[in-house]
């Protein structure tokens, strides 16, 4: 791994000891570690920066132009990092966020808390809807959507894959039968969604190949929370991420049918903002904090192994 700036460090403290032995003591390193790293930044860059004799070190001229930046770029980074850390505490005002009910109850409300510890000067302005909005027109900061990004363009943070699955309550399996096949779809009272870019179609994979099924039902919903709990009461057949189904399927409250005919029925997960490089502080300070967690909300396998991840875009 490239450690340049460590590398920067140690030749600091050997022009600044006149020693390598005295440096790698400092350094808590050995001196011949030491000595090799500053051959080893010589060789690099096919200069020589010190002149070595028995009794004393001597910077060359280029070991003093070295010295000089490397002590101007260790500063750089000490500053960065920081005002990012004050920054982050510090930094106050209103985000506004919208996102679908179910990931936003499910996957952002429980990491507020935890949120507000760090940054107790934020303001959260939380929507949650399944409609797509406009950033702009709302006067969102931080929109979480679900499906293929309409422009390429717009500033995106990847957070993951929505697999949905289709379900539905034990009780309403055990009175209309289980379905086997695709077709079967059309006997059972399929729960939908009524905005605007809900089609009352599931895509299902028959003999290789994806064929999207209309369906119908008792239901249409602008909420993909209702139309959980309906299939709870046992209303009927839903389809759902499996974020959001995920802990009824494991209590046995719903269950999974025609598994194998949705295997590839998935939509990306994005975090969507404006500003890009010159989002405020506190947009930034937000998606830091919430999107490495999303991701492993959304990945049960790495919640399981893996604590949050450092801030990523």
């Not at 379905?179 to 028959?206: I, K, M, Y």
């Not at 959980?228 to 269950?255: F, K, Q």
Request: with cysteine; hydrophobic share 40%.
């Amino acid at each position: 791994m490239d450690n340049r700036a460590g590398e920067m460090q140690v030749f600091l403290r050997v022009v600044e000891t006149g020693s390598f032995s005295e440096a790698a003591r400092l350094m808590r390193m050995a001196p011949s570690t030491v000595s090799k790293l500053v051959a080893r930044i010589e060789a690099r860059m096919g200069v020589r920066l010190l002149e070595r004799s028995t009794r004393r070190l001597l910077l060359t001229a280029e070991g003093e132009t070295y010295y000089e930046r490397s002590q101007a770029v260790l500063a750089e980074i000490e500053e960065i990092e920081r005002e990012l850390s004050q920054g982050a505490r510090a930094a106050g005002g209103t985000v506004r966020i919208n996102a679908s009910v179910a990931l936003g109850t499910l996957g952002l409300e429980p990491l507020l808390p935890a949120f507000w510890r760090d940054c107790p000067n934020i303001v959260i302005d939380l929507s949650l809807s399944d409609e797509i909005v406009d950033l702009y027109l709302d006067r969102t900061d931080v929109a979480f959507r679900t499906g293929r990004l309409p422009d390429s363009r717009m500033n995106a943070r990847h957070i993951g894959v929505a697999h949905r699955k289709i379900v539905a309550a034990p009780s309403y399996l055990q009175r209309h039968g289980t379905p086997q096949r695709a077709e079967d779809l059309s006997r059972h009272n399929c729960l939908g969604f009524n905005f605007r870019r809900a089609d009352p179609v599931w895509p299902l994979t028959e003999s290789g190949r994806i064929v999207d099924r209309t369906v119908s039902g008792a239901l249409l919903a602008n909420n993909g929370e209702t139309v959980r709990r309906m299939a709870l009461a046992g209303v009927g057949l839903a389809r759902l991420g499996d974020y959001h189904a995920r802990e009824d399927l494991e209590a046995g409250r719903l269950v999974e049918v025609l598994a194998g005919a949705v295997e590839r029925d998935e939509e990306e997960i994005n975090a969507v903002y404006l500003g890009g490089a010159r989002m405020p502080q506190r947009v930034r300070t937000f998606l830091d904090f919430v999107v490495p967690r999303l991701r492993l909300f959304l990945a049960p396998q790495a919640r399981a192994d893996d604590t949050p991840e450092a801030p990523a875009t």
